[in-house]
């Protein structure tokens, strides 16, 4: 069916649209202070900001789920860069607080687009071991570029170029991933197993879907909680902000580069709930240590957190296959939707910690310091959530697996 179509500029061209999503993610969080200090504004409205990225993401996503068997993933790219190089050149003439939520939200549609499009491309381009490879090498590059993002961004802010000069910069791989798609035959979609949006529905509305979408909240704000913050919560903890980001993406990108035996032996409930436990450990190192050890507690949050995204979306196509495009889409919505719900929530206790480490007689590095600590206790609470959840899930499924076991023994469920 899709023996004319070139897959490697197809997948070299979500590679660096997926850059591009990374790129606004960690160029955005090194200029964050810049942002603030330029603006006038609070960690609070630093928080609505940060929630349009995440806000726009699942709204894209979710349409795009909805209508990639009908709309197809070519236009769905073709409005994924359109709403990115809007909400770049937004960004970089904004004039105040309402430009910067406008353009956060355009940017963050473009950035969802990418998802729904390219994960079930790449699922049809695909099958079988391959498919989870290169959906595993696709979603290296979030992690991928995220690292080269954060260094570009920690030279370019130690040279002194303007914050506008670095968001410039997100415009290369958007137009390079548009070059890669231009003109090219797209895979037709598969359908396999799923016949109609109905049933794709109905797969969603199973104990199984219902528990991924929950935990995929919590993963994600495991994740970019900190991550999203951490030129603002670590910026006085004796380490460099952008380092650490890098450190945690270049050690993710190498993870995930190497997923496949990681996931063939410890099975995804186990990824999973290896991946909470040491996110919760990292992220309580982040609240306690200061100078190089916070380079420790990185490479620490880092593993945990590696596997959280591509595992969870593959865990829902393993598990609830009739849920198709769409039901990766909600996934991953359901992902973007509670960051963009927490990060505002986020700025609210960097706010409150501020207010009440001040009135204890704090100030300068030593006010900056306890209060991104204080923020990052509170942040102990998703992947502590999370452990539980993880072990009911491995019991469950192992459960479900030993039930199967004599018509469907070739498909390990956990």
Excluded at 11 to 18: D, H, K, V, Y
Excluded at 305 to 312: A, E, G, K, Q, S
């Amino acid at each position: 069916m899709n023996e004319n179509i070139n897959r490697t500029a197809l997948f070299n061209g979500s590679c660096f649209a997926l850059i591009t999503t990374a790129f606004t993610f960690s160029i955005r969080a090194g200029i964050l202070p810049q942002l603030g200090e330029e603006f006038g504004l609070s960690a609070t409205q630093l928080g609505v900001i940060n929630s349009m990225f995440f806000f726009g993401f699942p709204i894209s996503m979710i349409i795009g789920g909805i209508v990639y068997h009908s709309f197809g993933a070519r236009n769905i790219m073709r409005v994924a860069f359109i709403a990115h190089t809007i909400g770049i050149i937004m960004t970089i003439y904004a004039g105040g607080y309402s430009t910067l939520l406008i353009s956060t939200l355009f940017i963050g549609f473009g950035n969802g687009c990418t998802e729904a499009a390219c994960n079930p491309m790449i699922a049809d381009m695909y099958s079988g071991v391959k498919m989870d490879k290169m959906l595993n090498r696709f979603h290296m590059w979030f992690p991928g570029g995220i690292f080269l993002g954060s260094l570009l961004s920690q030279a370019m802010t130690s040279i002194g170029f303007s914050w506008q000069v670095q968001i410039w910069v997100t415009m290369i791989p958007t137009v390079i991933y548009a070059i890669l798609f231009y003109g090219k035959a797209f895979p037709k979609p598969k359908i396999e197993g799923v016949t109609s949006l109905a049933e794709n529905f109905r797969a969603m509305f199973t104990p199984t879907f219902g528990f991924l979408f929950v935990c995929m909240f919590l993963t994600a704000i495991s994740e970019f909680g900190p991550n999203q913050w951490v030129s603002v919560i670590m910026s006085n903890s004796g380490a460099q902000p952008m380092l650490i980001l890098a450190l945690t993406s270049g050690l993710m990108a190498a993870g995930r580069f190497f997923a496949g035996p990681v996931v063939r032996v410890l099975g995804q409930t186990g990824v999973l709930l290896g991946g909470a436990i040491l996110t919760a450990i990292g992220i309580y190192m982040f609240s306690t240590v200061t100078g190089p050890l916070a380079y420790v507690a990185t490479v620490i949050f880092a593993l945990g957190i590696c596997y959280f995204w591509p595992v969870m979306v593959g865990a829902t196509a393993q598990r609830v296959p009739k849920s198709g495009a769409l039901g990766m889409s909600i996934i991953g919505g359901a992902g973007m939707f509670s960051s963009a719900i927490f990060q505002p929530i986020i700025g609210g206790w960097i706010d409150s910690a501020r207010a009440k480490n001040m009135a204890a007689g704090l100030t300068d590095s030593a006010l900056e310091l306890a209060t991104g600590q204080d923020a990052l206790v509170k942040m102990i609470s998703f992947p502590a959530i999370l452990i539980v959840l993880f072990i009911i899930f491995f019991f469950w499924q192992k459960r479900l697996k030993d039930k199967a076991a004599p018509t469907i023994a070739a498909q390990p469920l956990h």
